[in-house]
C-alpha cells in the first residue's frame, strides 16, 4: 500500500507541470455559457486531450447549449468513482482582455480557472495518474456544457444524464470551486420566479384616483415576499423590477424577478405555495397577478453518507500536505444534486482552490492542482 502511495504520489509531481499548461490552454478557449460554438470548442480540446491519454471518449449532443462529455478510465471495469465538472463560465469574451490567462508565480488568473476549469485539469490528472499506476478500475468524468446557467436550455434530459451517468459508483466528486479549509456537504437549491401584475393607467394628474398602480401592488408584494426570508432557512430575493413607462402615468404593467434558495422538499414546496398565496391576493383593488416559475435546480441534499466522504477526502488531503477541511454547506447550487439523487455518496467544492469565482479577479493557487488531483487518485486507490 505504501508502494503504491509513492508511486501516485511521485507520477502526479512528476505530470504537474504539463497539466498546469493543459489548464492554462483551456482557460485560454474562452467559453461562455451561452455561446455554443464557444464550448463546443473547449470541448473538442479537452475530448482529444483526454483520448490521447488513453480514455475513452463519447460526446453527448446537446441543441441550444454546449454538449456534455463523459471521459471513461478503463470503461466496463468495476465501477469506483465519479468526478463532475463543467466546461462553461459565466464571463463573456474578453472580459479579461486579449491575453486571458496570466500565470503571476504560483497563481493563475483568468476565466474558469477555478470555476470550472481548474476542476477539469485536476480530474483528468489524477486519472492519468492512475492509469500509469495500473489501476484497473472504471474512473468517470462528465463535464456539463451549460452548468452555470442551472439546465436552462438542456432541462430535464440534462439532470437526468447526470443522475443516469453517476449510478452504481462508490463516490461522487464534484471539482468544482475548491474552498480553501471546506469541502461541501450539501448546497441549496435554485428556484427562479417572474411575477407579472397588471393594474389600469390613467393620467396621474386629471384622473389619478381611477387608475390602478400594478408598481404600488408590486412594491406590497415584495415586501411580503421578502418578510418569508429566514436565516438558515428559506430566502426570497426580489431582484430585476420593470414597471411603468411615462413618469405621469399611472403604470397599469409591472414585473418583477424572485430568487428563491432551498434546502429541501419541504422548502420547495414552502416557496410555491407561499408565492402562489401572494400573487392571489391583491393589495390594491382592481390589480391582478401571474406567478411564473422559469427554473428549478434541486438541492444538493445532506446525508451522512456525505459527510463520511468529506471526513475520507479530508484525512487524504492532509496527509499530502493538505489543511484540514471543513465539511460545510453553501447557498449556492451545483450539479452534484443530481448525483445525491443517484443514491452516490457525493461531496462538491473540491476542485483547484482560488478567490473570486465570477468576477474578472478570479485566481487558482496553482499548487492546489497537484495536491487534490494526487488526493483524488489515493481516494480511488483505496488509501
Known sequence: METLKKLISEETDRLKDEYEKFLFDICSIESPSKDKEAVDSVNSFIGSFAAAKGCEVERIPFDGCGDMLRIDLNPGAEKSVYFLAHTDTVHEKGAFGKVPVRVEGRIMKGPGVIDCKGG?????????????????????????????????????????????????????????????????????????????VKGKASHAGISYFDGVSAVREAAYKIIGIEKLSRPGGVTFNCGVIKGGDKFNVVPENCSFLIDVRVMSDEDVAFARRSLEEIASHSFVEGSSSVLTESLFRHPMKQTSANRQLAEKISGIYESVGGERLEPSVSGGGSDAAYTVEAGVPTVCAFGVAGEFCHTDREYALLDTLSLRAKTLALLCAGI
Request: proline fraction near 0%; charged fraction near 30%.
Open 120 to 196: 477539469i485539469a485536476e480530474a483528468l490528472l489524477a486519472m492519468e495518474v492512475l492509469k500509469n499506476a495500473g489501476y484497473q478500475k472504471n474512473v468517470r468524468l462528465v463535464l456539463n456544457g451549460e452548468e452555470e446557467t442551472s439546465a436552462a436550455f438542456g432541462g430535464e434530459r440534462e439532470k437526468q444524464l447526470i443522475r443516469d451517468t453517476a449510478s452504481g459508483y462508490r463516490y461522487a466528486v464534484c471539482c468544482e470551486v475548491g474552498r480553501i479549509g471546506k469541502i461541501l456537504v450539501a448546497r441549496r437549491g435554485i428556484m427562479h420566479f417572474k411575477m407579472d
